[in-house]
């Protein structure tokens, strides 16, 4: 069994920035694409980002690219969202997830998925 605890989120200023993490139990983190997460009040959960079990391989959101960039370290069983240029629209729950699909198949398609941490942008 693996445990997923996501961490860095909070109220921030459009604009601003906030780094999220995901930090893995177990020894099983690499072995898997790891993906984040999002859904806002009233809203379908909705795919942020996901990287290779390798790191070689991201995809990014239209709604994120260019302002988000995921990562991971193996070593440290640890991903990574680094969230730039924030915007009232990015207020939502991030959660991470272990994934069996790529992309958007991993909301269906998971092994494991963290409890996730709230982002809030004021405008």
């Known amino acids: 069994q693996v445990e997923l605890v996501e961490s860095g989120g909070g109220l921030v200023q459009a604009g601003g920035s906030l780094r999220l993490s995901c930090a893995a139990s177990?020894?099983?983190?690499?072995?898997?694409?790891m993906g984040w997460f999002r859904q806002a009040p009233g809203k379908e959960r909705e795919f942020v980002a996901i990287?290779?079990?390798?790191?070689?391989?991201?995809l990014h959101a239209d709604s994120v690219k260019g302002r988000f960039t995921i990562s991971r370290d193996n070593a440290e069983n640890t991903g990574y969202l680094q969230m730039n240029s924030l915007k009232p629209e990015d207020t939502a729950m991030y959660s991470c997830?272990?994934?069996?699909?790529w992309g958007i198949g991993c909301i269906k398609k998971y092994a494991y998925w963290g409890l996730g941490t709230q982002v809030t942008v004021s405008s």
């Open positions: 990287i290779a079990r390798n790191g070689r391989t991201t």
């Open positions: 177990g020894r099983t983190f690499s072995s898997y694409d």
């Open positions: 997830a272990l994934c069996l699909g």
